[in-house]
C-alpha cells in the first residue's frame, strides 16, 4: 500500500479536528478570522497608504478590518479612494460569512449542550438515595409507595436510570404516582447495562438499589446483565433488589447478582397470589395491606419483657400491634410458629404495627371469652371442580400450585384458544387436567362451559396482547360472567388477574370475589424490600408454600358469629387451631375502596361483632 500523501496527511489531519465539536469548530472561525483581517490590514497599507496613514497606520487597520467583519453594515459609512473602499468591503463580506458560519454553530453546539442537560446526563450528587434501574409498570408502584413512607422526612430522594427520555419519565411518573410530597426525584437517560452510566447514580452513597424487569422480549436477560454491572463496579455495593419475571432464570441471576442480592420471583409470587385468592377470596387485598405504607406494616421488635413466654403466650402482649411470628437470634425466621416455641434472650418478635411509635405492651394481657370461642371441627377437602379461562406464560405454575391444595380426584378445565394451553401436564398428583377452546369474551362460547358445574373460576390475563387491551378483555369476561351468574342464579368464585390497578375501580361493577393486580403486588414487595432489606426473610417466608401462609376463613369457625367479642377471643381461637389470627374481612365492604372490608391488626380490648359472611384473616399451614 502507497504511502499517504502530504494531501492526505493535511485532510486527515483537518478532519480529526472538525470531529471535536463545537470548540473546534470556534478556533477555526477564530484562525479565519484573524488572516482576513491581517491579509485586509496588510493590502490596506500596501495598496492605500495614505488611507491608511489617515486611520491610524497599520494598528488602525487592524481595528477597521476587525470592525467590518464583526459588523459587515459599517461598510457603508465608509469614505477613502476606490482600493480602500474595495478592501473594506472584502472584510465585510468575508465577516458576513463568519459570523453567520459562528451563529450556526453556536446555535448547534448549544442545541445539544440543552439536549444533553434535558436527557440528565450530569451525575448525581445525592446521598441516602434510593436508585431504581430500568423502566416498567412497577416504577409507578414503587415511587408512590417510597413517598408515601417518607411523606414526613425532608432530603428524601428517588433517583431512577432508564433509556427513556428524561422528561417524559418525569411527566408519566407525575400523571400515574401523582405528587411526591417531600420525597425529590431525579430521573437520568441511560442505559442500566453500561458502567459509564450507572456512574451517573453515584451508587457509593446510595442506600439501595432496585433493579426491575423491563417490558419486551426476555426482559430477565437485561435484570441479569445490569446485576453484572453492578457487581462488576468498583466502590461500595448498596443493597440490591431486584425483579426476575421468570422462574427459571432465578438461579442465573442469583448468580449473576452475588449472594447478598433479594431476588422477586415475580412469575411465581403471582401464581401463588392467583392460586391462593383463588382458594380464599380476598388473599390478594390482605397482601396488598400488608406490603403497602399506608397501613399496617411488619416491624422486627426485640421486647425482653417477652423473654422466656412461649410464642402462644406472646400472642395477645401488644394492644395496638399484633405478633406473627419470630426471628431466631441464631438466624432464620418463622411466621405462625408452634405455640409453645420459647422466646429466647436475643429473638426478635414480628409484628404488625400501624407505625413503630405503636410497639408496646399492653398494661395486662386482654381476656378472651370462653363462651364466644367456637371449637370447630377441620372441613376435610373433597374433590372440586375449577375452571380456568384465558392463558399466559404462568399459567402452568398456576396450574401446579393449585394441585398442591386441591383434594385428590378434583377437575381442573382449560378454556382457552391461546396455542400453549393444550400442552399436556405432568407430574400432578390430585388434579386431572382437560383442554377446550374456547374464545372467553363470547357469550355463547361461555355458555356453553356449563359454569354451573365448577366451585371456582379462575380469569388469567392473555399475555398475546397489550397489558391494556388485556385488561379490557378480562373486563368483558368478567361482565360476562357477573350476568350469567345474575340470570342463571349459580354461584362459583371468580378470581381474575389484571395489570392496571386503575382498572379495579373498572372491574368492582363486576363483583368478582378477588382482583390480583400482579405488577402492583410485585412493585409493592419491591418497595418494601428497598426501604426495609430486613424484612426480606419475612417476606420470603411469607410467600413460601412451605410455610404458613395467609387464609381468610369463616369467622363462624373461630367465635359465635353475631356475639359481641374482643379480638383477643378470636386470637386465643386461633390460637387453639395453631393459627395466628392478624385480621378480619367485613363482607359488606368487599368492593369498597381501598381496603375492600380488610381490617388488620385490630384493636384487641374494642368490641367486635362478626357476620355469617365475614372471615377472619390468619397464618396457618395448609
Known amino acids: 500500500m502507497s504511502r499517504p500523501t502530504l494531501r492526505e496527511r493535511l485532510r ?4 480529526n479536528t472538525m470531529s471535536r465539536g463545537t470548540v473546534a469548530l470556534i478556533g477555526w472561525l477564530a484562525l479565519i478570522s484573524l488572516g482576513l483581517i491581517l491579509l485586509v490590514a496588510t493590502l490596506s497599507l500596501w495598496l492605500t497608504p495614505r488611507d491608511a496613514a489617515k486611520n491610524s497606520g497599520f494598528p488602525g487597520m487592524l481595528w477597521m478590518s476587525l470592525m467590518r467583519a464583526l459588523s459587515p453594515g459599517k461598510v457603508a459609512s465608509d469614505s477613502g479612494s476606490t482600493p480602500f473602499i474595495a478592501l473594506m468591503f472584502v472584510a465585510s463580506m468575508g465577516g458576513l460569512f463568519i459570523v453567520s458560519a459562528l451563529v450556526g454553530v453556536l446555535s448547534n453546539g448549544l442545541k445539544s449542550k440543552f439536549e444533553q442537560l434535558r436527557q440528565g446526563r450530569s451525575r448525581i450528587i445525592e446521598s441516602g438515595h434510593i436508585v431504581i434501574l430500568g423502566w416498567s409498570e412497577q416504577v409507578f408502584t414503587i415511587v408512590a409507595e417510597l413517598a408515601q413512607a417518607h411523606a414526613s422526612d425532608n432530603g428524601s430522594v428517588i433517583s431512577i436510570l432508564a433509556d427513556k427520555d428524561k422528561l417524559e419519565m418525569e411527566d408519566d411518573i407525575r400523571r400515574h404516582a401523582g405528587d411526591t410530597g417531600r420525597t425529590k426525584l431525579v430521573c437520568r437517560t ?70 447478598d442480592i433479594h431476588l422477586v420471583d415475580s412469575d411465581d409470587t403471582a401464581s401463588r397470589l392467583i392460586v391462593q385468592s383463588s382458594r380464599q377470596s380476598g388473599m390478594s387485598v390482605v397482601c396488598m395491606d400488608l406490603l403497602n405504607f399506608d397501613d399496617g406494616e411488619i416491624y422486627l421488635r426485640s421486647d425482653p419483657d417477652l423473654t422466656g413466654m412461649t410464642y402462644g403466650q406472646a400472642l395477645p ?65 373433597e374433590p372440586e371442580r375449577t375452571l380456568v379461562l384465558n392463558w399466559n406464560g ?50 355463547y362460547a361461555l355458555e356453553s362451559l356449563g359454569l354451573g358445574v365448577y366451585q371456582h373460576v379462575i380469569v388469567l390475563s392473555d399475555d398475546r396482547y397489550s397489558a391494556e387491551h388485556a385488561d379490557t378483555r378480562t373486563l368483558m369476561t368478567l361482565l360476562q360472567l357477573r350476568d350469567m351468574q345474575t340470570t342463571l342464579g349459580e354461584r362459583y ?37 428497598a426501604e426495609n432489606q430486613h424484612l426480606a426473610e419475612v417476606f420470603g417466608s411469607l410467600f413460601d408454600s412451605k410455610g404458613s401462609e395467609i387464609y381468610p376463613r369463616p369467622a363462624g369457625r373461630y367465635v359465635r358469629t353475631g356475639a359481641e367479642v374482643s379480638f383477643a377471643s378470636v386470637i386465643e381461637s386461633a390460637r387453639r387451631r395453631g393459627e395466628t389470627a392478624i385480621g378480619y374481612r367485613r363482607a359488606d365492604r368487599v368492593n369498597e375502596a381501598p381496603h375492600f372490608g380488610v381490617v388488620l391488626n385490630p384493636d384487641k380490648s374494642r368490641p367486635l361483632r362478626l357476620g355469617d359472611g365475614d372471615s377472619v384473616i390468619v397464618l396457618a399451614e395448609r
Open 12 to 15: 486527515y489531519w483537518f478532519d
Open 190 to 259: 441511560g442505559r442500566p447495562t453500561e458502567p459509564a452510566d450507572l456512574d451517573l447514580m453515584n451508587l457509593d452513597s446510595a442506600r439501595s438499589v432496585v433493579v426491575l424487569s423491563p417490558q419486551g422480549d426476555d426482559p430477565d436477560a437485561h435484570v441479569i446483565k445490569t446485576l453484572l454491572a453492578l457487581v462488576k463496579r468498583a466502590g461500595d455495593h448498596p443493597p440490591v433488589v431486584a425483579a426476575v419475571a421468570r422462574t427459571a432464570n432465578m438461579a442465573a441471576a442469583r448468580l449473576a447478582g452475588g449472594p
Open 317 to 381: 402482649a401488644y394492644q395496638t400491634a399484633t405478633v406473627v411470628g419470630l426471628r431466631k437470634s441464631g438466624g432464620g425466621v418463622m411466621l405462625n410458629p408452634p405455640m409453645d416455641t420459647v422466646i429466647a434472650a436475643g429473638d426478635e418478635v414480628i409484628v404488625i404495627a400501624h407505625d413503630d411509635s405503636l410497639i408496646h405492651l399492653a398494661d395486662g394481657m386482654p381476656e378472651a371469652r370462653e363462651e364466644a370461642i367456637v371449637s370447630a371441627e377441620r372441613v376435610r377437602p
Open 394 to 443: 404462568r399459567g402452568r405454575q398456576v396450574v401446579h400450585y393449585l394441585d398442591g391444595y386441591v383434594a385428590p380426584g378434583s377437575v381442573l378445565d382449560i378454556a382457552s384458544d391461546h396455542p400453549d394451553a393444550a400442552v399436556p401436564f405432568e407430574g400432578l398428583a390430585n388434579l386431572t387436567v382437560n383442554a377446550k377452546e374456547c374464545e372467553s369474551t363470547d357469550r
Open 493 to 529: 368464585s371468580i378470581v381474575s388477574e389484571m395489570h392496571d390497578e386503575n382498572n379495579r375501580s373498572l372491574a368492582e361493577v363486576t363483583e368478582a370475589d378477588d382482583i390480583v393486580i400482579s405488577d402492583t403486588v410485585i412493585g409493592l414487595l419491591l418497595a418494601q424490600l
